[in-house]
């Protein structure tokens, strides 16, 4: 980013027209001029100065504007220094000194509020408004790093200052390309333009800004569409092409439909069951109720044992509550709503085969081995990667999928969410009902069209 000329403008400034001169007023002063004219300017006030365009004359009209400015920003005595008839500052006279009604000082015109002072409030109230883990996650991390030019390295584990902060610019001077140049994903800089949108209508309505026209609205979502299929840098600075999905369970809009075959699902269940590390057989049972249900990670992360075998026939699971183990609080679904799941035989048996003895019900389904809650950060650690530091630099362990993927067991990698796209499209494959389908996972049948509903291998384009 350049850096930004930081001079203060004149208020009063020279200027030639048809090789004549003349005075350009700041606004500021458009109500002196209200008193000296009878009316208020529409827009800056201009005065010309009888004089024609040379050497001399420029550097006479020069000296005398600032002069003027000088006598003018004088707060305390501007009235008594300044001469409306001009004659003080070696010019022709313009005004009468008894037409000047001199009551009340030049008002001083309040700078625009900055971009960060703006977003602190907004803050404040935002936090009101939306979920505690998505405010946190979200807005006040992801965004507020991107106004304050923040990148996390994961190298160093510091945050980074990238050189493209808005925070200390002020709103009149901000622009949305300031913004764009942040490293972040797009869809992250994308979402916190439009949270700075929403901050900056707040803003207006409640009368704290003078601007009439929103900074943060872009012209188009042309740039957008025409980067779609371009590589892009996300938030841990790693580079990633348009079809690689970032292990994250945050954001709906950045997951893809792939999924496992079922025969790579079931080779993965078994080497989390068969592994030699204790750590993968704790989360076996996890791994593999997820495949079996499709629901999303807080759901089985909660999961009592109270929720299950529920109904008449005892043949239902209810999902009404997701555990965030980053912030360490359980709450609603993402959709707010409570599921009815009904069993069907291969998931009521593995139930009844991992249910212990002494069961009560409230305790958590999948534990790890001392009773403490997973998690996603700790899942993701024995699925995707473990990265521990050592001395100066980092160690790199593999996690089971990762391992297969090297190993050639499996096709591809994908993150744990996936075993969501994964249930969702076997099911659809072997000619489940949509409908149901989005009942008991908690979508509309478009979502899972769009979202979830992978590619079946299997079948091929009719022969016409």
Same mark, same amino acid.
């Given at each position: 980013m350049q850096a930004k000329n930081t001079a203060p403008k004149p208020l009063v400034s020279v200027y030639a027209e048809k090789g004549v001169l003349a005075f350009r007023f700041s606004s500021k002063y458009n109500p002196l001029f209200e008193i000296l004219d009878g009316k208020a300017p529409t827009k800056q006030r201009t005065m010309g100065l009888g004089l024609r365009e040379s050497p001399e004359n420029w550097k006479l009209a020069q000296s005398a504007a600032l002069r003027i400015e000088r006598d003018l920003s004088d707060s305390e005595n501007w009235q008594i220094l300044f /001469?409306?008839?001009?004659?003080? =500052?070696? #010019?022709?006279?313009?005004?009468?000194?008894?037409? #000047?009604? #001199?009551?009340?000082?030049?008002?001083?015109? +309040?700078? +625009? !509020?900055?971009?960060?002072?703006?977003?602190?409030?907004?803050?404040?109230?935002?936090?009101?408004?939306?979920? +505690?883990?998505?405010?946190?996650?979200? =807005?006040?991390?992801?965004?507020?790093?991107?106004?304050?030019g923040f990148k996390w390295d994961k190298v160093t584990t510091k945050y980074l200052d990238t050189g493209t902060s808005i925070y200390d610019i002020r709103l009149s001077e901000v622009t949305t390309s300031m913004i764009l140049d942040h490293p972040y994903a797009s869809k992250s800089k994308y979402n916190c333009i439009a949270s700075l949108s929403e901050a900056f209508t707040r803003l207006q309505s409640q009368g704290k800004t003078k601007l009439t026209k929103n900074p943060f609205v872009l012209e188009s979502k042309a740039e957008n569409k025409t980067d779609k299929y371009k590589s892009s840098v996300d938030a841990d600075g790693i580079e990633r092409e348009w079809w690689d999905v970032p292990d994250n369970e945050s954001d709906n809009d950045e997951r893809d439909r792939r999924c496992f075959s079922k025969a790579d699902r079931d080779t993965i269940i078994d080497a989390f069951y068969n592994h030699k590390n204790e750590s993968p057989r704790e989360l076996a049972p996890l791994v593999e109720f997820r495949f079996l249900t499709g629901c999303r990670s807080g759901e089985a992360f909660a999961l009592r044992w109270r929720d299950c075998f529920r109904g008449k026939e005892q043949n239902n699971i209810v999902f009404s509550r997701s555990y965030d183990g980053r912030k360490k609080i359980t709450k609603g679904t993402i959709k707010g709503d409570i599921r009815i799941f009904?069993?069907?035989?291969?998931?009521? /048996?593995? *139930?009844?085969? !991992?249910?212990?003895?002494?069961?009560?019900? $409230?305790? #958590?389904?999948?534990?790890? *081995? $001392? @009773?403490?809650?997973?998690?996603?950060p700790v899942v993701g650690k024995i699925w995707h990667m473990d990265i521990r530091p050592y001395k100066d630099s980092k160690l790199?362990?593999?996690?089971?999928?990762?391992? *297969?993927?090297?190993?050639?067991? !499996?096709? @591809?990698? *994908?993150?744990? =969410?996936?075993c969501r796209h994964t249930f969702i499209s076997l099911q659809a494959h072997a000619g489940t009902d949509l409908y149901l389908l989005a009942t008991i996972c908690g979508n509309s049948v478009e979502t899972i069209q769009k979202h979830y509903l992978g590619i079946n291998p299997d079948v091929s384009v009719t022969d016409i």
């Open positions: /001469d409306p008839t001009f004659v003080k =500052y070696g #010019l022709a006279v313009k005004y009468s000194a008894a037409a #000047l009604k #001199l009551a009340a000082p030049i008002p001083e015109v +309040e700078p +625009e !509020i900055t971009v960060g002072a703006m977003w602190e409030e907004y803050l404040v109230w935002k936090k009101t408004v939306v979920e +505690e883990t998505t405010f946190n996650a979200d =807005y006040n991390v992801t965004y507020s790093n991107i106004v304050k009904k069993m069907y035989p291969k998931l009521r /048996d593995f *139930l009844l085969r !991992i249910k212990p003895d002494n069961a009560q019900p $409230n305790d #958590l389904v999948f534990t790890k *081995l $001392n @009773g403490t809650s997973w998690s996603s790199y362990y593999p996690g089971v999928v990762t391992q *297969l993927v090297t190993d050639g067991l !499996i096709d @591809g990698y *994908l993150p744990f =969410y996936n």
